[in-house]
């Protein structure tokens, strides 16, 4: 869907901010750059809707170059949600929500419509917000709108630079797990940057770890955690790698085993006390597991729930890259 071919940029005292940058983002893939300050993920997201021109090599979304398309047309197409989304103060909701469906004139109707199944989509009544002003909305509520007029003209391709940022750790959850759930039921592609390994844990369907403009590794969570490329990612992955080693007690997180679960052979289950390490690697070839205590199947885990459990542990220990 996009797909970078020896990318780089190079600001005017030389500083290469991205070098020969090569990755693809799949349709329909929630695509995490994460990297330390200044290792250049916001010009890596920045490049792909033409806001920071490049210097060298080609960027293409699906297969034409992005230098090809009317730059209209493709901002349009590429939703794009800040840290501090800037709302119009001026505007209502459903103004500001209207803004690019009205630029490519959509009737009222439409867009009327629009309004109303996207505040639907992230739980605030259209009857009550859709006539506010910005200013009468807390944080999180804003930065949901911001989301959701990212969203509104149906763009194939969302660019997302630290949206949560700048919110509290609950409202930041809370929005991690509506995007996750809406990113199900829309299944865009997602491009979004992050410095927080927590976040980008539980939101990648794939991670790319830069440093210095350039990409160190790309991988699946748990690709990152098992097999960290080199120190920098190991240092990175943090407490994540130290967490690897130890022993998770399964009974606590598993799903209770039922009768939609069908698990015949008690050969393949995973006994209740493993290590996190051992888990993955059955996790990497296996959707789920059945979880084994004396003999008994106690229930079943799979990715998801690792995932979940792995991403709280960090936020307990707080110690992950803020
Ligand atoms: P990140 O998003 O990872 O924090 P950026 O993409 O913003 O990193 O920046 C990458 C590098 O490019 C940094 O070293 C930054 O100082 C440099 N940079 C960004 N914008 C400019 C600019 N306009 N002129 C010169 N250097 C810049």
Redesign the pocket.
């Known amino acids: 869907m996009i797909r970078f071919e020896d990318v780089a940029?190079q600001?005017?005292?030389d500083?290469?901010?991205?070098k020969s940058l090569n990755l693809e983002v799949k349709k329909g893939e929630f695509f995490v750059?994460i990297?330390?300050?200044?290792?250049?993920?916001?010009?890596?997201?920045?490049m792909i809707n033409r806001l920071?021109p490049l210097t060298d090599g080609t960027i293409y979304i699906a297969d034409k170059r992005i230098s090809d398309y009317d730059i209209n047309e493709l901002r349009w197409n590429i939703g794009y949600v800040l840290q501090q989304i800037a709302l119009f103060p001026h505007m209502t909701i459903e103004e500001n929500i209207a803004v690019v469906p009205e630029l490519i004139k959509w009737d009222k109707e439409r867009i009327k419509n629009r309004v109303t199944e996207l505040l639907d989509m992230v739980g605030l009544d259209p009857s009550i917000y859709r006539k506010r002003k910005p200013k009468e909305l807390s944080g999180g509520e804003q930065q949901r709108i911001g989301v959701i007029r990212a969203l509104a003209a149906d763009p194939e391709i969302i660019l997302m630079?630290e949206p949560f940022s700048a919110l509290d750790p609950i409202t930041r959850e809370k929005l991690q797990d509506d995007i996750l759930a809406l990113q199900r039921k829309i299944n865009k592609t997602i491009v979004f940057?992050t410095?927080d390994m927590k976040e980008a844990l539980k939101l990648g369907d794939r991670i790319c770890v830069?440093k210095n403009?350039k990409m160190e590794q790309v991988g699946t969570p748990e690709e990152l955690l098992d097999q960290p490329a080199n120190d920098f990612i190991l240092n990175f992955v943090g407490e994540g790698k130290k967490l690897h080693n130890e022993r998770v007690k399964l009974e606590k997180i598993a799903k209770p085993y039922g009768d939609d679960i069908k698990i015949e052979n008690l050969a393949d289950s995973i006994p209740e006390t493993a290590t996190i390490k051992s888990i993955l690697e059955r996790l990497a070839t296996e959707e789920q597991l059945p979880v084994e205590k004396n003999g008994e199947i106690i229930g079943v885990i799979n990715r998801e729930i690792l995932i979940q459990y792995l991403s709280d542990q960090l936020n307990e220990r707080g110690q992950a890259h803020e």
């Open positions: 940029k600001y005017q005292d500083t290469f901010a991205v750059l990297g330390p300050s200044g290792s250049g993920k916001t010009t890596t997201l920045k920071i630079d940057v410095h830069m403009g």
